[in-house]
Structure formats: structure tokens, C-alpha cells
């Protein structure tokens, strides 16, 4: 039997059908960063899906699209949301999203940049979505995120000053 590559309607249906589930699942359904990482560390993970993962992971600054993850990892745009769905419990674009996220809020932590300028680099154009997703998966707003985090790791590399010798 030979297979074909899927023609443009059957991969618009597969995008709709992907879009539909997850606003089906809503935001609600977003995994804690804690549960993602567990997810995303697991070994049983396929071996396609850690090249699409991979991928996703050094293209985030752009838009990245189904067919272009599926091409990538030499699968139908279907396979992809199998594997996504099977190995991570997560829609594909979705995953995408929370590896923003999760990218976005090292930089916020680590670097000076302005938000539109963390946004910008992981790929998100949206402001307010940006903010309101970041607020679902991490539970605070990206700017609270950064004085947090800077917070703690004041805390973390004080140390008691030390008597210097005359």
C-alpha cells in the first residue's frame, strides 16, 4: 500500500480538529511547570518525538507549524498529534506553547530584558495572552515572576559579611 501525503483539506481538517480539542480542554487543563517537566523528562518518550521536541526547542523564536514539525520528524501532521497526545498527554501546539512559557520565564529570571523583548525572543507576539497564559501555567504575572525570582536568588548568594583583617 502506498502512502500518500495528506492533501491540504485533510490537513485543515487535522488543524481544526487539534484547535477544537484544545479549546475543549481550555486553560484550565494546563499542566503545572512541575507536571511538564515530569512529562517531558520521561524516558518512554519516543524517539520522533524527542526530534520534534528538539527542534521545537531551538526554533522557538519563530512560528512553528504542525506540517513543519511532522516534515521534520518524517511523520504525518497526524502521527505528530498521536505521539504529542500518547507520550505528553498534550496537544502539540500546546506543548509549544508551555516550552515558551517555560523559556520566557528563564529569560525573565536570568536576563534585563523587557518583557516585550522576552516575548519577541520565544516566539509570542500577544501581550495579553502572553501574560494571562504565563499567569495560568506559573501562577503570577511575568514582571511579579522577575521580582521573585530575583528575590530568591538574592537570598541565595548572600553571604554574612566577613570580618576583614587589619
Known amino acids: 500500500m502506498i502512502h500518500s501525503q495528506p492533501g491540504a483539506a485533510e490537513m485543515i481538517c487535522l488543524a481544526l480538529a487539534s484547535l477544537f480539542e484544545a479549546l475543549q480542554t481550555g486553560d484550565s487543563a494546563m499542566l ?3 507536571e511538564f517537566e515530569q512529562r517531558l523528562a520521561g524516558s518512554h518518550a519516543d524517539f520522533r ?3 520534534i521536541l528538539e527542534h521545537a526547542r531551538s526554533h522557538l523564536h519563530r512560528s512553528l507549524s504542525l506540517p513543519e514539525l511532522a516534515k521534520h520528524a518524517n511523520v504525518s501532521v497526524w502521527h505528530v ?7 505528553l498527554g498534550v ?3 500546546h506543548c509549544i506553547k508551555m516550552l515558551r512559557l517555560r523559556s520566557a520565564a528563564t529569560l525573565l529570571a536570568t536576563s534585563c530584558l523587557s ?4 516575548m519577541a ?3 509570542i507576539n500577544d501581550e495579553s495572552h502572553f501574560v494571562k497564559d504565563f499567569k495560568a501555567f506559573f501562577g503570577e504575572s511575568p514582571l511579579s515572576y522577575r521580582a521573585s525570582a530575583h528575590a530568591r536568588s538574592d537570598l541565595v548568594n548572600y553571604s554574612a559579611p566577613t570580618k576583614i583583617r587589619q
Request: glycine content about 8%; overall charge positive; some cysteine.
Open 121 to 123: 525572543s520565544v516566539g
Open 81 to 87: 498529534c498521536r505521539l504529542f497526545r500518547r507520550d
Open 32 to 34: 503545572s511547570p512541575g
Open 49 to 51: 518525538l524527542r526530534l
Open 115 to 118: 518583557v516585550k523583548e522576552v
Open 91 to 93: 496537544p502539540p501546539l
